[in-house]
């Protein structure tokens, strides 16, 4: 394990959860009593983080990201005075995302150590190997591009139907599709260490046989990534916007099944690794 990889990917997580077991503490003991609820300091600092990252990435593409959901429900527990479960929210994604941040770096500080060693042609030879996923993180952009406004759509029809505000809540957190985001990039990066690993770029060694284990390998990436896509992204955080606007599941439940999601996409794609 490298552990300046995981010191940099979860010490906000952890300093968030001390927090929120200090803000529980607090409400536990007798005769103590703060001029605000104790959930809100968890929750401010850990809401602030997401809210300060979703401002600078519109910042910096003019683009209004998915994270602006996640805002959204942790305004929303504001208004509500729902504090404690917008604090518990706050933290399980914010360790989603440094589980998200651990995996990606790993995956990627492997990969480019493994192909230092590769010449200028085994490099090209590394980039027209993965040229024909392009196609599916296009459209894994395209999804997102307009699957804001429509998961806004919905809210606000749920809303006014049902004028229950954690039923809204719960389903802003489940469609943040950062499981649909890695689908592809999890893929790719697990594929590409198994290659170099395999020493499959160093065709003019190996040749035909590379060059067979290189279309085997992307065959099975194609296909990984569809299933990340189909079941993970698509599949689970369908059922979970479907039980949340039926208001069968909690927003604290459904920050658990987003994170599920989403680590299920990294369990799919490590397969590649063995293939």
Same mark, same amino acid.
């Given at each position: ?11 906000? /997580?952890g ?7 200090? =803000? ?5 003991? /007798? ?5 605000? /609820?104790?959930?809100?300091? %968890? ?24 994270g ?10 504001? !208004?509500?005075?729902?504090y ?14 440094? +589980? ?11 990969a ?7 010449? /200028? ?20 952009d395209?999804?997102?591009?307009? !699957?804001? %406004? !429509? ?25 943040? %599709? ?6 592809? %990039?999890? =893929?790719?990066?697990? #594929?590409?260490?198994? =290659? ?6 160093? #065709? ?25 896509? +189909? +079941? ?15 208001g ?17 996409? !990294?369990?799919? #794609? ?6």
């Open positions: 394990m490298n552990k300046k990889m995981f010191r940099e990917a979860f010490w906000f /997580p300093l968030v959860l001390l927090l929120f077991l200090l =803000a529980v503490l607090a409400e536990q003991v /007798p005769n103590f009593s703060l001029p605000f /609820p104790a959930a809100l300091v %968890p929750l401010v600092v850990a809401g602030g983080y997401v809210a300060v990252n979703t401002a600078v990435s519109f910042w910096r593409t003019r683009e209004v990201s998915t602006l959901l996640v805002v959204l429900a942790l305004i929303a527990t504001v !208004f509500t005075g729902e404690m479960e917008g604090a518990e929210v706050a933290f399980m994604l914010l360790l989603g995302e440094g +589980l998200e941040d651990y995996a990606m770096n790993r995956g990627r500080a492997a480019d150590g493994l192909l230092t060693a590769l010449t /200028p042609e085994e490099r090209r030879e590394c980039e027209n190997f993965f040229h024909q996923e392009s196609t599916l993180e296009r459209l894994t395209r999804f997102s591009r307009y !699957f804001l %406004p !429509f998961v806004l759509i919905v809210c606000v029809l749920l809303f006014a139907v049902t004028k229950d505000i954690h039923r809204v809540m719960s389903v802003l957190v489940i469609a943040c %599709p950062c499981s649909l985001v890695l689908s592809g %990039p999890s =893929a790719v990066l697990a #594929s590409v260490e198994n =290659a170099a690993r395999s020493g499959m770029f160093l #065709s003019e060694k190996n040749g035909a046989a590379a060059a067979l284990r290189r279309e085997t390998l992307l065959r099975k990436t194609r296909m990984v990534i569809w299933e990340n896509i +189909l +079941l993970f992204a698509f599949l689970m955080n369908f059922i979970g916007i479907t039980l949340s606007g039926l069968l599941l909690p927003v604290v439940y459904g920050a658990v099944l987003h994170n599920l999601s989403t680590l299920c996409v !990294f369990l799919n #794609s490590a397969r590649l690794l063995r293939a």
